[in-house]
């Protein structure tokens, strides 16, 4: 079985050896671009891990599948970014800054398309189930974008609303990297499922971890301005648990925060920063996150996974809870 580190090595490897330059250039540069600024590879890499606790062969049925995960998963960030109209992605120009808007919608459109190319190259005899489960939860993912959109200018949200939505945004395609590797490797149903199950829960705290960055982290390490979610209106699990948690007069106060246009945007981050203080926001979080790391654990604990298979599955659940940016 390959270590994690060997794994990254082999999906750093894999993204680059991709032919995505192309004519008009106005169209493939951007993807270049974007696949070469860098990112965790979370998605290919849960894919290959959970490949290879069933096989030790790594080859092209599953490398090209993995990598239509990370090019999907760019072509979601092109998208993303230009809805949010974010300045940076990982500490670099967005696409859509770098070029215009119109470029960067082709640009993404392209990533989409190959994809799918990528995902097709799976073996033949997993084919259907494999494209079956990338088109459901790319649909999905558009789904939970919608709801993200939406609940921008909805006065309130529940809990249950926002875990529902980065189910679908976030949590889904990290799932379906970890049910696509053990398909591929032909594991038995029973196990595949319990690996969506668990990578689901993992994507959950994967996403609390962004919202959480973006108020605590550190702008150089994570990549992107602190505050942006804030000055954008989102409804991160922050601001959603924030409410849970204040009365009345205190969650007018927020609401209030959070529509006004008067404040200096330097202002409105920290008077928000200063609620989350209040509330205990940063340590809910903590907590929640790691509640989700113990769920997801539960899942692999008793389906036949030897004492090896588990502990691959535990050392990756840590890495993407104790990650940093």
Not at 5 to 17: M, T
Not at 286 to 312: I, P, S, W
Request: glycine share 8%.
């Amino acid at each position: 079985m390959f270590t994690i580190s060997e794994i990254d090595s082999v999906v750093e490897k894999g993204i680059f050896s991709l032919e995505l330059k192309g004519d008009p250039g106005e169209l493939y540069n951007p993807i270049e671009y974007l696949i070469s600024i860098g990112g965790k590879r979370l998605r290919p890499k849960l894919a290959i891990l959970t490949y290879n606790l069933f096989s030790d062969k790594i080859d092209r049925s599953i490398l090209y599948p993995a990598m239509g995960l990370e090019v999907f998963h760019g072509f979601t960030l092109i998208h993303d970014d230009i809805m949010d109209n974010a300045d940076l992605r990982r500490n670099r120009m967005t696409v859509h800054k770098k070029w215009n808007n119109n470029i960067a919608i082709l640009s993404g459109d392209v990533m989409c398309i190959k994809s799918y190319q990528y995902m097709a190259m799976a073996p033949a005899d997993k084919l259907k189930p494999v494209m079956d489960l990338f088109s459901d939860t790319a649909a999905k993912v558009c789904e939970g974008q919608q709801y993200d959109m939406n609940y921008e200018s909805a006065p309130f949200i529940t809990m249950e609303d926002y875990l529902s939505m980065i189910g679908l945004k976030t949590a889904v395609l990290i799932a379906a990297s970890s049910k696509l590797g053990a398909i591929i490797a032909g594991a038995p149903a029973p196990m595949a499922d319990a690996l969506y199950n668990y990578a689901y829960q993992l994507g959950l705290a994967f996403q609390i971890k962004d919202d959480y960055f973006d108020s605590f982290g550190d702008s150089v390490v994570f990549g992107k301005k602190i505050g942006g979610d804030i000055l954008c209106g989102k409804k991160t699990w922050l601001l959603v648990e924030s409410l849970r948690r204040a009365g009345g007069t205190k969650r007018s106060e927020i609401l209030e925060i959070f529509k006004s246009n008067g404040i200096a945007p330097e202002g409105k981050i920290s008077t928000v920063l200063g609620v989350y203080k209040e509330l205990g926001i940063k340590e809910a979080a903590e907590e929640a996150m790691d509640n989700l790391h113990k769920k997801a654990l539960e899942y692999v604990k008793d389906c036949g996974f030897t004492k090896e298979q588990k502990e691959r599955l535990h050392e990756f659940a840590a890495e993407i809870i104790n990650r940093e940016k």
